[in-house]
């Protein structure tokens, strides 16, 4: 497991149509230790998918570093596995097949990556979808299937961006108590990008707050877990961290 | 009953049979309507056969063409040069239209011609395709090839295009090189276009094909009709155009239609209509 360290990290798009630069991404620095699950939440334009986009290669970034165990990283890579908030599941692919895939690149043979993959689908619960097809599949079941792909594939960094704002509020919590639950039993490495403060707080050890481009701060979650939404609403020290994210999420 | 105690189960595949069925029945229906309009209307007017034939006639001709052989020699011809024309056009299309889906550079450069070679598709080239190939054999599947190249290349471009820029950051972030990206996500992408291409392609190569052999050739389905016009055997030249038309639909329908829904309708990528 790797350490990723932002320095300075700076994105500056040019906008055709305004034939001028927008500064989404001003300076912001972080690390993310080994095994942390870290929420990233701010509003809407404040360069959250912008951040995630370049630690994941999708696009390059104008200023600073993005080091993985001290070393730049340059364009997409497996150790860094992404969950989209579209899914982008193979549609050609068979539920097993598309969790199967990132160890299929790895050059796995047949027999042993359908193993990885039935592994990973049980941890999910959805050993019983394996032969079916994606849009066959309910738009949580997509998504866990998102989720499992990225982790059937080892990566150093889990990348999610608001990977549950697609799907109906009952079923998100149920994704949401889930993905602690796997967090707990794998201890990957994740930073999830969100807009939605309970939701930050919820999944983390750590919550980075940010406004218009740049780090506002950064508060420690040291809420027990397994976490569950029946326990945690009513659960004080959740409610005053949540209660002081949002005041900083709404100032921001 | 064991049969209607069967019939009970909801097997999907049961339903999907009794569904084409009753679409087939809807289909023939009118068809069939339009046989009883012209068994009644040719002998009630006293037509003359030099104008239009007899159902009669005609079935005497199709009887006659089985017998000797010939409908085969030229059913067996066109489907020859219309299937060597098809794959080469498949072969060489796929891999240009994935290339000017991947560069914008290529594509810019070659839309305009397409766009420009799309309406010339077929037909048109057969004058000069003879005499780049002689009359027969080469000629024709020329034509044939030219008319499916242009639509399935242009298809394969849109279709590459079409593939959200999401899946194939996913495939990136999973490890795929260029070499995966293409055969993992670009060819399956593009299959739904790629498939409607090959489609409207053979449409307009089954039409060119027929032009083709009236003029290129000695044998074939358009040669066919081409010649008995010269003998006034409308019968013949009805009951060609008939083979013409049914071979086509079984064409589309016994092979372009389950591709289509073996693959594509299954992954949910287009509705089937
Ligand atoms: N491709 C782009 N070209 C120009 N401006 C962009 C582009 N992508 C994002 N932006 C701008 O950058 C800012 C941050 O966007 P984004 O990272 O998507 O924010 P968030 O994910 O937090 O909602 C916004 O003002 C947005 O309009
Ligand atoms: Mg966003």
Redesign the interface.
């Known amino acids: 497991m790797k350490t990723l360290s932002l320095r300075n990290l700076g994105k500056t798009y040019f906008d055709p149509y305004a034939g001028a630069h927008v500064t989404a991404v001003h300076d912001v620095s972080l690390d993310v230790e080994p095994g942390e699950f870290v929420s990233v939440v701010g509003p809407s334009g404040c360069g959250k998918t912008t951040i995630l986009n370049m630690i994941?290669?999708?696009i390059p970034h104008s200023n600073g570093e993005i080091l993985l165990d001290g070393k730049p990283v340059h364009?997409?890579?497996?150790e860094?596995?992404?969950v989209?908030q579209?899914f982008?599941?193979?549609?050609?692919?068979t539920v097993l097949d598309n969790v199967g895939?990132?160890p299929k690149?790895?050059g796995v043979p047949k027999a042993e990556r359908d193993r990885i993959a039935r592994e990973y689908l049980a941890l999910a619960g959805l050993s019983h979808a394996a032969n079916r097809?994606?849009?066959?599949l309910s738009g949580g079941m997509q998504q866990r299937v998102g989720v499992v792909?990225?982790l059937a594939?080892n990566p150093d960094v889990l990348l999610m961006d608001e990977p549950f704002a697609s799907v109906d509020a009952q079923t998100r919590m149920t994704l949401q108590e889930e993905l602690t639950r796997i967090w707990q039993e794998r201890k990957p490495t994740v930073i999830f990008i969100t807009h939605d403060v309970p939701e930050a707080v919820f999944l983390a050890n750590r919550v980075v707050v940010l406004s218009k481009g740049r780090v506002l701060e950064q508060i420690d979650v040291d809420l027990p877990r397994p976490r569950v939404w029946d326990e945690l609403v009513k659960d004080d020290k959740f409610k005053q961290l949540s209660a002081r994210v949002l005041q900083m999420v709404r100032t921001a | 009953m064991q049969v209607t105690g069967s019939l009970k189960v909801r097997s999907p595949r049961l339903m999907r049979g009794i569904d084409s069925l009753a679409e087939a029945a809807t289909f023939v229906a009118p068809l069939l309507l339009l046989v009883a309009v012209w068994a009644i209307v040719v002998p009630l007017f006293q037509i003359n056969p030099r104008i239009f034939p007899s159902l009669g006639a005609v079935g005497g001709a199709a009887i006659d063409s089985i017998r000797d052989g010939s409908l085969f020699a030229h059913i067996g011809a066109s489907l020859l040069r219309v299937g060597l024309g098809t794959l080469i056009g498949i072969a060489t299309a796929v891999p240009l239209g994935i290339a000017m889906g991947v560069s914008p550079t290529v594509a810019a450069f070659l839309t305009p011609l397409f766009r420009f070679f799309s309406v010339l598709a077929g037909i048109a080239w057969i004058p000069i395709a003879t005499l780049w190939f002689g009359y027969g054999f080469g000629a024709i599947v020329f034509v044939i090839f030219n008319a499916v190249f242009f639509v399935v290349a242009y298809n394969t471009l849109l279709g590459v295009r079409m593939i959200p820029q999401t899946l194939r950051n996913a495939a990136a972030s999973l490890g795929a090189g260029r070499r995966a990206l293409l055969t993992e996500v670009l060819l399956p992408g593009a299959l739904p276009n790629i498939v409607t291409g090959i489609r409207t392609g053979l449409g307009f190569a089954w039409r060119g094909l027929i032009a083709a052999e009236m003029i290129a050739t000695n044998v074939g389905l358009g040669y066919m009709l081409f010649v008995a016009r010269d003998f006034y055997r409308t019968e013949v030249i009805v009951f060609g155009m008939i083979v013409i038309g049914v071979l086509w639909l079984l064409i589309d329908r016994l092979l372009l239609v389950p591709l289509e829904r073996a693959t594509i309708e299954r992954w949910g990528m287009v509705r089937r209509t």
């Open positions: 994941a290669g999708f364009g997409p890579g497996p860094r596995g992404v989209f579209s982008a599941l193979f549609p050609w692919k895939f990132g690149m790895r097809y994606p849009a066959e792909r990225a594939n």
